[in-house]
């Protein structure tokens, strides 16, 4: 990969991660500003979520025919218009459209982004892919910051706009940054095709464990995020703004360093860091005092989706087959991320009852979403993680993509 296409793609992830630290952030916030309950804003997260599932394969069949750069300029602009419009609404349909648009650019650039990163580079793929996506989160944390102070100097709508604002500046250096190869021809997949579940065994297996890892994940990770610490512990918005900076900040050095991880052990790590995830979710609903929830919580990531999710990106890439790549991506995401229109709602009525079910439910549920991992079969298939691992992996290096296949 040249180091400027390397580069624009890492500052548009910067972008990206600060417009959607400062989003996710004053959503909540906006939203019980509006006087919705907690059940209406469970519905609001979870149909923009439902609504996604056909959108997203026929965005990775897009990836196919049109490349991924236009792909993720698509994606860029449908979140901006997002962030722009959402200040301009109080109506709940309108609400849910809008966010329902930008999921649906969040999900196009999350099957965008690895496509144009694996096309340009395999054997460091985890490497590049853990660099990216950490200083998205990164920056998701300097987002967050921003979202705190800017609520209370220019309210929720001026924070929104702000974010849009940043996704513009991310559209237009993809655009002038990066060059990708023409797509090579594919054919339109049809209706039976797009529905067709007919996907190697590794990305049936992942499949299976993100449906229930999206259910339980959306419970806590959803509108009741921040509610909690404020609902709670009557911590200020500032407060809880700090911990979710920090949230954003632990998985940034795993993610980073994730060249450094030990390929013969993907399997066992994988498992291992969304067990952990699991268990310290669930765990900071015990703890009675603001810090003590607070750090217990924080180490979610830290010890686990900062460690298996360039992990679970470099298995997906290396099961994808080369002709249909977009499609068997964003087949096994889109089945995985169904299941994140469940834990909203059942947050909206948990949370009715209890601040803490929320957390207690997605925790318990996300250390069981490892189980259908231990039927991936792996061998000696991984082109990732530091040379001399790479090297004992595989002796034969794999051929290069083609330059017009994203």
């Not at 002709?323 to 909206?348: E, M, N, Y």
Request: glycine share 12%; aromatic share 8%.
């Amino acid at each position: 990969m040249s180091r400027g296409t390397f580069g624009a793609l890492l500052v548009v992830s910067v972008l990206f991660g600060a417009a959607g630290g400062i989003y996710e952030f004053v959503l909540p916030y906006y939203l019980a500003g509006r006087g919705l309950s907690f059940v209406h804003m469970g519905f609001v997260f979870a149909l923009s979520t439902l609504a996604m599932f056909a959108v997203r394969l026929g965005l990775g069949n897009l990836a196919d025919q049109w490349g991924s750069k236009r792909l993720y300029l698509l994606a860029l602009s449908s979140v901006a218009l997002a962030c722009f419009g959402t200040p301009l609404t109080a109506s709940l349909g309108a609400l849910v459209l809008l966010k329902t648009v930008r999921e649906i650019g969040v999900l196009a650039r999350d099957t965008a982004h690895p496509i144009l990163l694996y096309a340009e580079t395999r054997t460091r793929f985890a490497d590049f892919i853990g660099k990216t996506r950490g200083a998205e989160a990164l920056f998701q944390a300097v987002g967050t910051f921003v979202a705190g102070m800017g609520i209370a100097m220019v309210g929720a709508g001026g924070a929104m706009w702000l974010a849009g604002a940043s996704l513009g500046a991310g559209a237009v250096l993809l655009a002038l940054g990066v060059r990708a190869g023409r797509a090579a021809p594919v054919a339109a997949a049809g209706a039976g095709r797009l529905f067709r579940f007919d996907l190697p065994r590794n990305l049936r297996v992942i499949m299976a464990s993100g449906f229930v890892f999206s259910a339980g994940l959306s419970t806590s990770h959803c509108f009741i995020m921040p509610l909690f610490f404020s609902g709670k512990f009557a911590a200020s918005p500032g407060a809880v703004a700090n911990v979710m900076v920090i949230h954003r900040l632990t998985s940034v050095a795993p993610l980073l360093l994730a060249g450094c991880l030990p390929v013969r052990h993907y399997r066992a790590i994988y498992i291992g860091a969304m067990v952990f995830e699991g268990l310290s979710i669930a765990a900071a609903a015990y703890v009675p005092s603001f810090a003590g929830a607070a750090a217990v919580w924080l180490l979610h990531d830290l010890l686990g989706a900062g460690l298996w999710i360039p992990i679970q990106s470099a298995i997906i890439q290396d099961e994808c087959r080369e002709t249909s790549r977009g499609l068997d991506l964003s087949k096994t995401l889109a089945v995985a991320a169904l299941g994140g229109a469940i834990g909203p709602v059942v947050a909206g009525y948990l949370s009715e009852v209890s601040l803490d079910a929320p957390f207690v439910v997605s925790g318990v549920l996300v250390a069981a979403s490892a189980g259908p991992l231990a039927a991936l079969r792996l061998g000696g298939r991984p082109a990732h993680g530091p040379p001399a691992a790479v090297a004992a992996a595989q002796p034969a290096p794999r051929p290069a993509a083609p330059r017009g296949v994203a």
